[in-house]
């Protein structure tokens, strides 16, 4: 994996004729895998560098330190937004790359690239929490230096496979089936330190909800809404009364006619808050967390009284922000690959169902009759 990695970031350092690079951490949502592998990839193009965590108000000290354990090393830590230690960091940012020299920031998505570089050289630069708000690379002048900005996801384009798997070293096609099966396995157990509570917490607050005659009602664009479908697929099965309304077959809904089903339509997530009451549960779905329609709908849900569960990758998005509670997977080490996100995904909306199921005392037999296929007399054709 490294080999590739390596070349989907060193592509881009060539390009851009980097000759130091500043990594910043998020340290609301870190994301140590990915971390990694941006490290490796300085580590091998050799370039001087300078790690800073950021966000510093969003966390407490012991998180700061279990950060320093999992990446193996202590860095500064700051906070762009209140200003604190920002001094220090700038101070040492001058020290470490002389004038002269070309300073790539890098880190995730929402780690303050763009608020950075906003800061050092007093720019008015479009900052925002919506991944991907920053899309290419933009060089900026800053005391003789020049800081160059770019995406959280660097991809090297020249790869014909740029999302998936990394079949790297695989020679056949059963070693590329056994490579994607362990790399979706992976994803799902890594996901299991950073669910846990959210996940906990939810199936009580679910709980809570069903016991008190709510319904669940689930939503997500794209792959997330075939995790949303079998999410109320699978409560369906168990007894729970559970709708589940998508982008995907929006042009049959009422919603249509007036307001538009794309991924970035209000008109849609007034819909779907429409269908929930107060006593309901809103499960939001979204990889990224940044899909319009789906952020907005937990936002207005939240708003209205009901309980909102996200599940998805990224705790520091605007569904992450919106929800009460996130259930948060860790399957992605990098890049826009979403199968493992997915598969993660589904593999918590499973747990998630039948561990509620089993806390509400559903049986083999009760599910079974929710499932039984039945066939209902109807008129004959022709008679009126
Ligand atoms: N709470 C908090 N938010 C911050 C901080 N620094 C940046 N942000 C916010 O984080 C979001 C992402 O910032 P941006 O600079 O666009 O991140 P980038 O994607 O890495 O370029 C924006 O909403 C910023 O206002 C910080 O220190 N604390
Ligand atoms: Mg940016």
């Known amino acids: 994996m490294s080999t590739r990695v390596t070349k989907k970031l060193v592509t881009p350092f060539e390009v851009c004729g980097a000759t130091g690079a500043i990594l910043l951490v998020n340290l609301y949502d870190p994301q140590i895998a990915t971390l990694e592998l941006f490290l490796e990839a300085v580590h091998r193009a050799g370039l001087p560098f300078l790690m800073v965590g950021n966000k510093l108000d969003l966390v407490d000290r012991a998180v700061v330190q279990s950060i320093y354990r999992e990446l193996g090393q202590d860095f500064p830590v700051m906070s762009l937004l209140t200003g604190e230690n920002v001094p220090n960091v700038v101070a040492e940012i001058e020290r470490r790359f002389p004038e002269g020299a070309r300073v790539v920031v890098l880190g995730i998505f929402n780690s303050g690239k763009t608020s950075l570089i906003a800061r050092l050289t007093g720019k008015d630069l479009r900052i925002g929490d919506i991944p991907g708000t920053t899309l290419e690379f933009e060089e900026h002048e800053w005391k003789g230096r020049v800081l160059i900005d770019t995406v959280g996801q660097v991809i090297d384009v020249n790869r014909p496979f740029m999302v998936g798997y990394d079949f790297t070293g695989c020679n056949t096609p059963g ?210």
């Open 175 to 384: 070693e590329m089936l056994e490579r994607a099966l362990r790399l979706e396995a992976e994803g799902i157990l890594s996901s299991l330190v950073t669910a846990k509570t959210g996940f906990l917490r939810a199936l009580e607050l679910i709980k809570e909800r069903l016991d008190q005659g709510g319904k669940i009602v689930t939503t997500g664009a794209g792959a997330s809404a075939l995790v949303a479908e079998e999410i109320a697929g699978q409560c369906y099965e168990t007894g729970v009364p559970c709708l589940c309304i998508t982008n995907n077959m929006a042009q049959a809904l009422p919603v249509s006619f007036a307001k538009g089903t794309g991924e970035e339509e209000g008109g849609l997530a007034r819909f779907i808050v429409q269908q929930v009451s107060e006593k309901d549960v809103l499960i939001g779905v979204s990889a990224s967390g940044g899909t319009g329609f789906v952020y907005e709908a937990v936002r207005l849900a939240r708003e209205k009284g009901a309980l909102t569960v996200a599940i998805t990758e990224n705790l520091d998005s605007p569904l992450g922000k919106y929800a009460h509670v996130v259930i948060k997977s860790n399957a992605k080490p990098e890049g826009p690959s979403s199968t493992r996100v997915q598969t993660a995904h589904l593999a918590i909306g499973h747990a998630l169902v039948c561990i509620l199921a089993a806390l509400r005392g559903v049986s083999a037999e009760d599910s079974i009759r929710c499932m039984l296929p039945e066939k209902i007399a109807t008129k004959k054709m022709g008679i009126k």
